[in-house]
């Protein structure tokens, strides 16, 4: 059964830095693009990070520059190094994946980060 469990979160002054963690339980990890998502109260939910399984990486305008994705696929997980963090990053903090055998689509529970002004 795939799971995906985010940990990291939590609250930060403005400028400040977090790495969120999502380990995954997925049968060959390695061969799965990895996502990062996040939702802020009365938001819809946007897409922050990617990562493929080559490692080539993709990112929201909002966080370029700031955020870094990264994945050990030895430890089957999957990184978001977070800097220079504004109030607008508030958000609970999605882990996120399709399997490229099934095209099942899963996401771990979240992980609140609050960064204060």
């Known amino acids: 059964q795939v799971k995906l469990v985010e940990s990291g979160g939590g609250l930060v002054q403005a400028g400040g830095s977090l790495r969120l963690s999502c380990a995954a339980s997925?049968?060959?990890?390695?061969?799965?693009?990895m996502n990062w998502y996040r939702q802020a109260p009365g938001k819809q939910r946007e897409l922050v990070a990617v990562?493929?399984?080559?490692?080539?990486?993709n990112y929201a305008d909002s966080v370029k520059g700031r955020f870094t994705i990264s994945r050990d696929n030895a430890k089957n997980t999957v990184y978001l190094q977070m800097s220079s963090l504004k109030p607008e990053d508030t958000a609970v903090y999605y882990c996120?994946?399709?399997?490229?055998?099934?095209?099942?689509?899963?996401w771990g529970q979240g992980t609140q980060v609050t960064v204060s002004s």
């Open positions: 996120n994946t399709i399997v490229s055998l099934t095209k099942r689509e899963y």
């Open positions: 997925i049968t060959a990890f390695s061969f799965n693009r």
């Open positions: 990562i493929s399984s080559d490692g080539s990486t």
